[in-house]
């Protein structure tokens, strides 16, 4: 179908939206905000089972069921068992915050006891067909994505989205370096003044994240009022803004957040501080800013007690961090696939 037809037409949206049969067993509803001390217990199930290196705190998923955007009870599914016990879920998410492409993010699993039912391709169809309906009603002229997140070794995720249509676009790797080796020594970049992150500074910080972005492959500008959203996760004291010594009023050209993700290091097997972004200016590139950045939080995290220093990187992010990483000591531990539904 040609990309310029209308929005409407090219997400073929489902007039009526079918939960799944009730040979499943499961009595189905929508998803309440109430629900998430359940929903937690349930991803702390599955991830626990299906080995995942990441692990889902109380509190972000209070975040998934309440952020900004976000309608669980006309968005999300909950099928719950006899007994009243939450045994799998669906949400769709979508971010309208990419001017390039309109992507609604599809979540969702089946308690490992559950499984092997049918009950899978059950929520993903339900997840797709909310997922059109909301595309549809955008109104939107832009290309528009279904997506999803797995992990490299999910197998049999994989498989479940592979046989319902969808296709993998993208990897990313996730890369560790060991604290307990020495540290590069970097001087500051010339020009260049390094300061920890404030709130003072988050406005400037969100335009250069904006413009350093720009070419990046699913990441579109953020708004005041998304960008301000930020994770219990966020580490502060680890974050850190590259500011220009020789302009008036300091002008930032580059940064770094950091997150401290807790929940992960029993699943990972040892502490981190995670680098959740870092940007640069397209004019300061080359300098060695990103390197003094990214050795200030490698600092922090030592100082923090951590083991390693963690992050994720698109394995074809056009500017090349896979290799600053590298040269840094960073090594790859697994891996990540973005399946999608192009529309």
């Known amino acids: 179908m040609s990309a310029s037809a209308p929005i409407a037409v090219r997400a073929d949206a489902p007039a009526v939206l079918e939960l799944p049969p009730a040979h499943l067993e499961l009595t189905w509803r929508p998803l309440h905000a109430q629900d998430a001390a359940a929903l937690h217990s349930l991803l702390e199930t599955l991830e626990s089972h299906d080995h995942l290196h990441t692990r889902h705190s109380y509190a972000e998923v209070l975040e998934l069921l309440t952020g900004p955007g976000m309608d669980p009870e006309q968005d999300g599914l909950a099928g719950f068992d006899e007994a009243g016990q939450l045994r799998a879920y669906a949400l769709v998410e979508i971010d309208p915050s990419d001017t390039r492409v309109l992507c609604a993010v599809l979540r969702g699993g089946v308690h490992p006891g559950w499984r092997g039912r049918g009950i899978g391709r059950a929520i993903l169809a339900w997840k797709e067909g909310r997922a059109r309906q909301r595309l549809a009603a955008s109104g939107t002229r832009l290309p528009a994505r279904l997506a999803v997140m797995v992990e490299e070794q999910a ?50 910080v969100r335009l250069t994240h904006n413009e350093a972005f720009t070419e990046h492959w699913g990441c579109g500008p953020q708004s005041g009022q998304t960008w301000i959203q930020r994770p219990s996760t966020f580490a502060p004291d680890w974050s850190w803004v590259a500011l220009d010594s020789g302009r008036p009023g300091s002008e930032v050209v580059g940064y770094l957040m950091s997150g401290r993700y807790d929940q992960d290091w029993s699943a990972l097997g040892y502490t981190c501080g995670f680098t959740d972004a870092v940007g640069v200016r397209s004019a300061w590139r080359g300098r060695g800013v990103a390197t003094a950045l990214l050795v200030a939080a490698l600092t922090d995290y030592q100082d923090g007690g951590m083991e390693y220093a963690c992050l994720r990187v698109d394995t074809a992010n056009p500017a090349g961090t896979g290799t600053l990483y590298s040269r840094l000591g960073y090594e790859v531990t697994h891996g990540y696939v973005m399946y999608s539904v192009e529309i």
């Open 155 to 204: 197998r049999d995720h994989r498989r479940l989205y592979a046989a319902a249509g969808f296709s993998p676009i993208r990897w990313y790797s996730a890369m560790r370096r060991d604290l307990r080796a020495p540290l590069p020594q970097q001087e500051e970049p010339d020009g260049i003044t390094l300061t920890r992150w404030s709130e003072a500074l988050d406005e400037q």
